[in-house]
């Protein structure tokens, strides 16, 4: 963690599904495998290597899922 700012990596095992909404900002990228982040209004995001998101604090209420697991690299 630098002052607020956390970087991490963080590995989701297969089946993860997330237990709450999150209203916290993030900068993602997939980094291995394969996830989908559902919104609040009923929007999925299919995600996989490569690929990243952002989104601001209290913007878009998300939640994560992946069936086969997968690799985040996340600044928050």
């Known amino acids: 963690m ?3 700012i ?3 990596r963080v590995i989701y ?3 993860y ?3 709450h909404w999150c ?3 993030h900068v993602l990228l997939c980094t291995e495998g394969e996830m989908d982040t559902e919104l609040q209004d009923g929007r999925i995001l299919k995600l996989s290597k ?3 998101y952002v ?3 209290d913007c878009e209420a998300h939640r994560s899922t992946t069936k086969e697991g ?3 690299f996340i600044v928050d």
């Open 13 to 15: 095992s297969a089946g």
């Open 70 to 72: 997968c690799e985040l």
């Open 55 to 57: 989104v601001g604090d």
């Open 23 to 25: 209203t916290k900002g």
């Open 6 to 8: 956390r970087i991490r």
């Open 50 to 52: 490569g690929m990243f």
């Open 2 to 4: 630098m002052n607020t």
């Open 17 to 19: 599904i997330a237990d």
